[in-house]
């Protein structure tokens, strides 16, 4: 187990619920999947999560499927989502690159390259038009990834639009949801708001917060549980 510490853990079930995306269609991302030819085709990538460990990925696949949801949704193809991943690696030297931040300027001559290797022409727009390309990968995307000094490694997601109150980092907690102030569950101070009757001065006098950390903490439980995946 100390080797997975600082990688963040997530069980799918967690990963579809903070990112909307289905339980069987991550695990056909990272485990593997069937095509229609009921062939067995590989992983989209290899995580850092020993293999062992099926139903559970790490922060940096966390976020690396949200972007390939993207292009799933505009029609991508599985095989062109996973050449471009390939051809992105090597390009960016990044085990992660759809989330690395130099894909969101660079990511268009990848999928050229790829629409010229699989002759996908679902990528001709994609690859064409810089406002398709920017639809689909989104600023939103980015929006709240913080990154190391080289602007390549995610370090840490802030999920609340504009607001560093709760944070999901890989070095606390197992990645799970947190406040950034006090490092205190999100699900811990829901389940104590709920136990308290919804008195969140009570809650932050008891854990010694701040009650805008309990109030942000309880509206992002909240939204979780009505299927608002965050941002």
Known sequence: MSLLIGVGL???TEASILTGIPTRTIRGWMRGYESGSR???PPLWHSEVNADCTDTISFQDLLEIRFVNAFRRYGVSLPAIREAAEHAREFFHQ????TCRRFQTDGRSIFAEVKEVAGDDGLVDLVKKQNVFNRVIKPSLYTGIEYDSGEN????WFPVLNSKKIVLDPERS???PVITEAGIGTEVIYHSWLAEGENA???ASLYEIDVSAVNAAVQFEQR???GEVPH
């Open 10 to 12: 997530y069980h799918v």
């Open 39 to 41: 062939k067995k085709q």
């Open 95 to 98: 085990p992660y690159p759809f």
């Open 153 to 156: 490694n995610a370090l840490r």
């Open 174 to 176: 197992f990645g799970k």
């Open 201 to 203: 001065r009570m809650v």
């Open 224 to 226: 979780i549980a009505a």
